[in-house]
C-alpha cells in the first residue's frame, strides 16, 4: 500500500486537531482522568483495570505524535488509530450496558450517543491522515498491472 500521499490543508488541519486531542487523552489516561477512564474497562478484561488505561494512554500518545509528525508513515498511522478506536469501542458500549458514570456521560441517552461517534473518529483518522486515498490508489495500481 502507498504509505505517503499528499492531503489537503483541511485533512492536515485536522489530523493536527485528531492528534493534538490524542495526545491530550493520552496524558489523562496516565494523569488526571485515570479513574474516569476506568471506568469504561469492561469487568470482562482480565488484567487490571489500572493498567489498561496505561498502556491505552501510552498508545494514544504514541499515535497522537506519530500522526502529527512522521509524514512517511501518516497513512499507517491513519490506519493503526481507526484500529484503535475500533479496539476501544467495547469499553464505550460496557460503559452504556453497565450504566457506569464518566466523562459527565451520567444517563443512558449520553452514554448512547457517545456510541455513534466512534465511527466519526474512525473515519476521521482515515481520511485526515489519506489512509483511504492510499488505498483507493493501491486498488488502483494493483489493477492496472
Known amino acids: 500500500m502507498v504509505k505517503q500521499i499528499s492531503t489537503t490543508k483541511t485533512q492536515n488541519v485536522f489530523r493536527i486537531l485528531l492528534a493534538i486531542f490524542m ?3 493520552g496524558i489523562s ?3 488526571f482522568n ?3 477512564f476506568q471506568a469504561q474497562v469492561p469487568d470482562w478484561v482480565p488484567f487490571s483495570k489500572d493498567l489498561i488505561v496505561i498502556l491505552s494512554g501510552i498508545v494514544e500518545i504514541i499515535l497522537g505524535l506519530g500522526l502529527a509528525f512522521w509524514k512517511q508513515q501518516r497513512t499507517t498511522f491513519g490506519w493503526a488509530l481507526a484500529v484503535f478506536f475500533i479496539l476501544i469501542f467495547p469499553g ?3 460503559q452504556y450496558i ?3 458514570d464518566a466523562f459527565g456521560l451520567d444517563s443512558d441517552g449520553a452514554r448512547l450517543i457517545r456510541l455513534f461517534f466512534q465511527p ?3 473515519a476521521w483518522a482515515l481520511w485526515s491522515a489519506g489512509s483511504w486515498k492510499a488505498w483507493r ?3 488502483h495500481q494493483a489493477k492496472s498491472k
Request: hydrophobic share 55%; glycine share 4%; aromatic share 4%.
Open 120 to 122: 466519526v473518529l474512525i
Open 137 to 139: 490508489k493501491s486498488i
Open 98 to 100: 453497565e450504566g457506569r
Open 29 to 31: 489516561h496516565l494523569a
Open 92 to 94: 464505550n458500549l460496557a
Open 23 to 25: 495526545v491530550f487523552a
Open 34 to 36: 485515570r479513574m474516569e
